[in-house]
């Protein structure tokens, strides 16, 4: 018999269903299904929470019945063990999907054209949804969250390397202050902006000072995402740059530093997606202008969240669109540097 003759077997991982097992789960589904809606029809059970308890009940009673009685008892609590995760994964899900699909349903309904390229300065939020956008909110957004990421980004990574690789007697003691820091309510850095600085000092609205709030946000969350991807990176690598004659800051800046460029990059970006969406210190301190302005230092300054409440707060038909508007626009951002992280995560495991 040649090689060409030869029928090629396929590996099957053990715990893989088999197409057969695979039919007779759907038909599971399928009866639960079934047996779910005629239920509800005939009982005084109604509603969506009726459909959804019932399903799962059913589904799970099905479901452990069918592996009871092929493959006997411990299949069958396997099965409702798989069941009972089933139903908490669905649980954990469901807000987060309702979110999103209500955001979607109410905040398309005020894009158009002009809202990337028009701001405020000349409309007010009750005209018509075709006048004005959002223009002095994203460039405002991005203005407060590059200068916040000027100021936190040194500081956080260097934190990082202080507990990681010097650990000197104020370790324990820098890393509680960050593990604090990170559970820091939004509206206390604002207000410590605001008695520090802005009433004694300066005495002005202004979106540098939005950035100084975001700023002690964002560094807890830089320093403790950083620590653990430099935690991550081999100790051999550090010992092979030492026993070629490289001191312990070269190898950090030529070995690890490298080694972990794309750990660090995810925690940049979930610093950023941190203090992306904060509200309570942007109105506290940078005046919310309806303009572009490019001076951060000067005048008030737009933002996303300073539109989304402002809009919200008048409360009409076409402020209340513009709201959801601003939150869709907001979330596809925020879920854009999430995924971002999520993808440079993932390469650098694989790598």
């Known amino acids: 018999m040649t090689l060409d003759s030869k029928i090629a077997v396929r590996s099957q991982k053990p715990w893989a269903s088999s197409p057969k097992q695979r039919v007779a789960s759907a038909l599971v589904i399928v009866v639960a299904v079934i047996s779910t809606y005629l239920l509800v029809a005939i009982t005084p059970l109604k509603g969506k929470l009726a459909y959804f308890g019932l399903f799962f009940l059913i589904f799970i009673l099905l479901d452990f019945l069918y592996h009871l009685r092929l493959f006997g008892f411990p299949s069958g609590k396997d099965a409702i063990a798989r069941g009972v995760v089933a139903l908490g994964v669905t649980l954990a899900t469901m807000p987060v999907v309702s979110i999103l699909i209500t955001v979607f349903n109410r905040g398309r309904r005020g ?3 002009g809202l990337f390229t028009h701001d405020m ?7 018509p949804i075709s006048q004005g956008g959002l223009l002095h909110a994203l460039t405002g957004t ?19 390397l202080y507990l990681t690789e010097i650990r000197g007697r104020f370790a324990g003691p820098i890393k509680f202050l960050v593990q604090a820091m990170s559970g820091v309510p939004s509206i206390v850095a604002g207000l410590f902006i605001l008695a520090a600085i802005v009433y004694p000092i300066t005495k002005s609205y202004s979106g540098f000072m939005g ?4 700023t002690i946000l964002m560094i807890p969350t830089i320093a403790r995402t950083a620590e653990e991807v430099l935690l991550l990176i081999p100790i051999e690598l550090r010992e092979a740059g030492i026993a070629l004659g490289g001191t312990q800051w070269r190898t950090v800046g030529m070995v690890v530093l490298p080694a972990a460029r794309s750990g660090l990059v995810t925690a940049v970006i979930l610093g950023i997606a941190r203090v992306a969406g904060e509200t309570a210190p942007i109105i506290l301190l940078t005046g919310g202008g309806d303009g572009v302005n490019g001076n951060p230092f000067s ?3 737009g933002s996303l969240p300073f539109y989304i409440w402002k ?5 009409t038909e076409e402020s209340v669109t513009r709201a959801w508007a ?13 995924i971002s992280a999520r993808l440079l995560s993932e390469r650098r495991r694989g790598n």
Do not use: E
Request: charged share 5%.
């Open 211 to 214: 950035s100084l709030a975001l």
């Open 111 to 113: 894009l158009h054209w």
């Open 121 to 127: 300065k000349l409309n007010s939020v009750n005209d």
């Open 299 to 301: 005048g008030p300054m």
């Open 326 to 338: 601003g939150i869709f626009v907001l979330l596809v951002i925020v879920m854009i540097l999430f």
């Open 311 to 315: 809009s919200f707060s008048v409360g």
């Open 142 to 160: 991005f203005t407060l969250v590059a200068i916040a990421l000027i100021i936190s980004l040194p500081i956080g990574i260097l934190t990082a």
